[in-house]
């Protein structure tokens, strides 16, 4: 029976759970990763082990944008401070696309009461598994994406038009999110085409890990993807907007030896009487950033459907 004092039993157990648990020196070199930290970012332990967090492994970014080493930090912060602190943050995945986490600090202490390290523990605040039990259901019935893992065009076409037959029987609210990568022509000119399915593929996961289960997010065109924000108001459309414009900060894979920042132009627009699939896009094109041409939508078949009144 093994000594359930040995301490070796314990960090056995800390490696092995779920939860991604670290520990920094008061340095930021990190000292600890376990399998949870792993399967969260997908740095493997020897790819972090013994580096600095200055080094930028995890860029790590709140609602306000991506956090330098200084008084924003959250180590430096807790280091300064002396007590835990708790922050919903993003960090990178090894593939690219931004992990939504809550983030859990607390100041590490010797006998004599002196800090000497911080331990991290973080768990995931994404919806991007409950979206991939369904999309295995959708990928059965042909109506997947495959380079991206999202419903593809003529998916999103059709469930574009429930929504707007439900809103004009029954006034039940609803927007669009227009996602548009940029620079996708360029990173396939200069990297070739795998390069530009591997940007397509981060930003189709950030899109997933960023809405509502409730929420539809599918591809629309070569560099477009559209979220349809279910039953939510103007107020909650501007909302998911806004958000959405900050979180592609954090975004980016490396390909080979070269940092790929991949960003993107976001367009919004809420569900007028009389809309079409044509005239809702337009609007939600008009409010990028730059022009954008939206292509036009074929024939599709349009449902009914009923939904309950939560907002964003």
């Known amino acids: ?58 860029l790590q970014c709140n609602d306000q944008g991506c956090v330098a080493c200084g008084a924003t930090c959250p180590i430096s912060r807790t280091l300064h401070e002396g007590k835990p602190q708790e ?9 690219g696309h931004p992990v939504h986490v809550l983030m859990r600090l607390a100041p590490l202490r010797d006998p004599h009461g002196s800090i000497v390290g911080i331990t991290q523990s973080f768990d995931e605040q994404s919806f991007g598994a409950e979206r991939d039990r369904n999309g295995h259901t959708l990928a059965q019935h042909g109506c ?22 439900s809103f004009a029987s029954y ?27 591997a940007v397509l593929r981060v930003v189709a996961q950030t899109m997933k890990n960023a809405f509502r289960p409730s929420d539809f997010v599918g591809r ?30 954090c975004a980016g894979l490396r390909w080979w030896s070269d940092e790929l920042t991949v960003t993107t132009s976001v367009g919004y627009a809420k569900a007028q009487a009389g809309d079409t699939i044509e005239s809702l896009l337009n609007r939600a094109a008009g409010s990028l950033p730059q022009p954008c041409t939206v292509p036009a939508a074929s024939a599709s078949a349009i449902s009914q459907a009923s939904y309950g009144d939560s907002e964003v």
């Open 1 to 58: 029976m093994p000594d359930l004092q040995d301490p070796e039993l314990f960090r056995t157990v800390l490696d092995s759970l779920q939860t991604g648990v670290s520990v920094v020196d008061r340095n930021g070199k990190v000292l600890f990763w376990n399998q949870g930290a792993e399967r969260l970012t997908g740095h493997k332990r020897h790819e972090v082990v013994g580096r600095s967090c200055r080094d930028n492994i995890l």
């Open 220 to 249: 629309w065109a070569e560099d477009q993807f559209l979220a349809i924000l279910i039953n939510c108001g103007d107020h909650g459309v501007q909302k998911t907007w806004e958000r959405m414009r900050k979180m592609v900060t």
């Open 171 to 197: 006034h039940l609210p609803f927007g669009v999110i227009l996602i548009q990568v940029d620079r996708l022509a360029h990173f396939r000119a200069a990297y070739g085409p795998p390069a530009g399915d």
């Open 144 to 165: 997947m994406d495959e380079s991206t893992g999202v419903p593809n065009h003529e998916f999103t076409q059709f469930h574009l038009g429930k929504n707007l037959s």
């Open 87 to 95: 922050a919903k943050m993003q960090l990178r995945h090894k593939e």
